[in-house]
């Protein structure tokens, strides 16, 4: 996975792709703050329900929620384990990462059948138009990472994730963490205060 | 000491598609923006022979929409944004002594996106559905019951692939200059052009990510029949004015700063003077692209914001001048008492800063409300952005050009013809912009297909029409000048300009490799200073025992361009599993490019 930047002499000091995802990081934070915006701009202004308040289910989100909270800490812990080179306690973490991430995916996946069942969808008014593109994106993110993270997974089941290749993990996990980060954001401003 | 002659290269069509050499990455990305200068030159012209005469019907108001919808999209999309990424390409890593970007195959994939989302957009002219809903492609009329045809699908996914090809970018300059400087190399040691490049990635990586939201809303509305843009459902079109202007503004400065980038660079060469105030320059760089974030309402004080909003923009707008009205006396104060060469790229300098400064005057003029009011949507400011654009943006390029040319094709282009292009180009340039700020003031609407005699404004549009011709004609003087600079052009010496910064240290043209060995820089201007010219020519311009090792050419960057062009594409087809697709293709690219070691040695 490496690249010129790796092979040479950095100003730095620390590996491109550190910081080229760290910009890349930046770059999404523009992105998903855009389509945050446009959540609340819209808010109040649907003229026909379903309203947020009809059919949002804080419970139960709150619960998928949680899991999310936990996938990151079992990629920190998975990083740990590849950085120390027990590939044991790696695969463990990186397949309960991939299984938190699973979980969380299902839940959104009733939660959208739920809210069409209830009338809400993309076409009805402008909540179920914002609120499906911007989880939406956000869920798709979270099966970026999760397909991303079983690749590592098998990788370090064949053997090839020692700890001098740490960094690409590391690099799943600044993304992983910066999905579950997004998704503080989006709970706070959709589900909590509405 | 001994020149060193570049190691052989191989050549042939596969090995240009297949490159991640940022020279070779370059050179694509100048040809295809003067490609699609062409295309976007030859709208304006048709464009300037339709307001000939009023009440005129050459050609139908709706292949009018067509053509200046396009024209726009064109010359900021596909001409000066990739023509200043040439420019990046070939030209900062030699600046701050790197072997290459950051991410080579990354580079690649920025260039084929760019070349598939413009060709893509293009190509719907083959239908007579070229997008016909203006550059900034306001809502609603962009909506499905006011656009029905193809047109705004066209427009929607083409930017989407160019907006994905400039977010990679951004990052991928972020990273090489924040991480491959030369050793010893300050951030204060950078010339101005790689600042200006690192301040306009900067606006790249965070502007770009609004336009692409606002495009997916569009998308959505449009594909999927939601209802974010639609008044009935409570939608409202003023928030894509927003969303487009967040982005368009600091988009304003990716047009500008790398123009900014060059001139800063070329005025001390020509001089024989280091540039005056750097520090200040450099600030001021910084700081357009800060206060660039603050001045979006300025496009919209028609739009009925408010006495507040409309105060804040006019006065934020009027704050954005003062720094960009530094650089202009620094380049001036550059100039003074300095041993002036008036070379080529030294008179496109100079001519961008004369007709640059004309343009900023009449943009502080519409930055107050009242004013604006007066002038929105008429040709005025069709004026003042050429005066920016072509006369800001597309000067400093030329001048870049001029300067960098013996640089990247070891030949010097003819002077004599050179300047024969610059004066065509002047005088061609103001002939057709100059008289729309007349034409402008009398009324005459922007985006119309015609006008109406009581107006009398034929003469303006007449002059208009004839510099344009003229102006078309110095474009072709130029690729003349290019070619007979290729093919005949005098061989060039590393520094043929006596220049200062780093890019001059290595042979013209420059080894795959760029330098044998890292040169330490411990200055501002190194090759003007004699000590440390020598040092680091001893090892520029050394001829290595071992080549360094460089990156594998790859396949994989065009699979995945040509993946996530197909992806955006399908979604035309309005069936959702369709860009499915597209997105296993992409899939597929992404994993054999990531298992890919670019530095595995052939067998």
């Avoid at chain 2, 101005?192 to 809303?217: D, E």
């Avoid at chain 2, 654009?389 to 002077?415: C, H």
């Avoid at chain 2, 993946?563 to 369709?578: D, E, F, I, K």
């Avoid at chain 2, 597209?582 to 052939?602: H, I, M, S, Y």
């Amino acid at each position: 996975m490496s690249d010129a930047g790796d092979h040479h002499y950095t100003s730095t000091g620390l590996p491109s792709w550190k910081i080229g995802f760290w910009t890349f990081i930046a770059s999404e934070c523009l992105f998903f703050g855009t389509l945050i915006s446009t959540y609340m701009v819209y808010r109040t202004s649907s003229v026909q329900g379903p309203f947020p308040h009809e059919v949002l289910n804080i419970p139960l989100t709150s619960i998928s929620t949680f899991v999310l909270l936990m996938s990151s800490l079992a990629m920190v812990l998975a990083l740990d384990g590849v950085t120390r080179g027990n590939r044991k306690l790696a695969m463990g973490w990186l397949a309960a990462v991939v299984v938190l991430g699973l979980v969380f995916l299902g839940f959104q996946a009733y939660e959208f059948t739920h809210f069409v069942h209830e009338g809400l969808t993309i076409q009805r008014n402008l909540f179920g138009s914002s609120f499906f593109v911007l989880t939406g994106f956000h869920g798709v993110h979270v099966s970026v990472g999760v397909i991303w993270l079983t690749t590592l997974l098998i990788l370090s089941a064949r053997g090839k994730l020692p700890p001098e290749k740490a960094l690409s993990v590391e690099i799943a996990g600044l993304y992983w963490h910066f999905v579950d980060i997004v998704w503080i954001a989006i709970f706070t401003l959709i589900y909590l205060i509405q | 000491m001994s020149v060193a002659t570049p190691a052989p290269h191989p050549t042939g069509v596969w090995s240009w598609i297949t490159t991640v050499d940022h020279k070779r990455i370059g050179i694509m990305y100048f040809v295809t923006s003067i490609f699609f200068l062409f295309v976007g030159g030859l709208e304006a012209l048709i464009i300037r022979a339709q307001l000939w005469k009023p009440e005129q019907a050459l050609i139908s108001a709706e292949t009018y929409s067509q053509l200046f919808t396009m024209h726009g999209t064109t010359m900021v999309f596909m001409v000066v944004m990739p023509m200043a990424v040439a420019f990046f390409n070939y030209i900062v890593p030699l600046q701050i002594g790197a072997r290459d970007v950051a991410f080579p195959r990354l580079n690649a994939l920025s260039y084929w996106l760019y070349l598939l989302g413009s060709l893509y957009m293009n190509v719907s002219w083959l239908w007579g559905m070229a997008p016909n809903a203006g550059w900034t492609g306001y809502a609603n009329l962009t909506s499905t019951q006011f656009s029905p045809g193809q047109n705004v699908n066209f427009w929607v996914i083409g930017l989407s692939i160019l907006g994905i090809s400039s977010i990679l970018g951004g990052v991928n300059f972020i990273t090489t200059i924040v991480n491959l400087r030369a050793p010893g190399m300050k951030l204060m040691h950078m010339p101005l052009f790689t600042w200006m490049t690192l301040v306009t990635s900067f606006i790249l990586v965070t502007a770009m990510p609004v336009i692409a939201v606002a495009l997916v809303l569009l998308a959505f509305d449009r594909f999927f029949a939601a209802t974010f843009f639609v008044p009935t459902a409570g939608g409202d079109p003023v928030f894509w004015q927003h969303l487009f202007w967040i982005f368009g503004h600091p988009e304003v400065y990716v047009l500008i700063l790398p123009s900014f980038g060059v001139i800063s660079d070329v005025i001390p060469a020509f001089s024989r003077k280091p540039l005056f105030g750097y520090p200040v320059v450099v600030y001021a760089g910084v700081l357009i692209g800060f206060i660039g974030w603050g001045v979006w309402s300025h496009h919209m004080f028609a739009s009925g914001l408010g006495p507040i909003a409309d105060s804040f923009f006019l006065a934020s707008t009027m704050i954005i001048a003062i720094p960009t009205g530094v650089k202009i006396f620094n380049w001036l104060a550059t100039m003074w008492g300095g041993s002036l060469r008036l070379t080529t790229a030294m008179l496109f300098a100079v001519g961008m800063i004369a007709v640059f400064t004309v343009g900023g005057l009449s943009g502080i003029m519409h930055a107050s409300a009242p004013v604006d009011l007066q002038q929105h949507d008429t040709y005025f400011v069709v004026a003042h952005l050429h005066y920016v654009i072509v006369g800001g943006a597309m000067m400093g390029l030329f001048s870049g050009f001029y300067y960098w040319f013996p640089k990247v094709t070891g030949r010097m282009a003819d002077e004599g013809l050179g300047k024969i292009h610059f004066w065509l180009a002047m005088i061609g340039f103001n002939l057709t912009f100059f008289p729309m700020h007349m034409s402008g003031m009398y009324g005459m609407p922007r985006r119309t297909w015609t006008y109406a005699a009581a107006l009398n404004v034929d003469i303006y549009n007449q002059l208009s029409t004839v510099g344009g011709v003229i102006f078309g004609v110095s474009a072709l003087v130029w690729v003349w000048v290019m070619l007979k600079g290729v093919r005949s052009g005098a061989p060039a010496s590393p520094n043929p300009w006596e220049a200062p910064t780093l890019e001059w240290s290595i042979p013209s043209p420059p080894a795959h490799y760029n330098c044998p060995a890292l040169p330490r820089v411990r200055h501002r201007d190194p090759l003007w200073r004699e000590e440390d010219r020598a040092a680091i020519e001893a090892v520029t311009l050394s001829v290595p025992e071992v080549e360094p090792e460089m990156p594998n050419s790859s396949f994989w960057p065009i699979v995945v361009a040509a993946g996530t062009s197909a992806t955006w594409m399908l979604v035309m087809t309005g069936r959702w599993w369709a860009p499915l697709i597209g997105l296993a293709f992409t899939a597929f690219g992404v994993f054999a490019w990531a298992f890919e070691d670019p530095f595995r040695k052939k067998s």
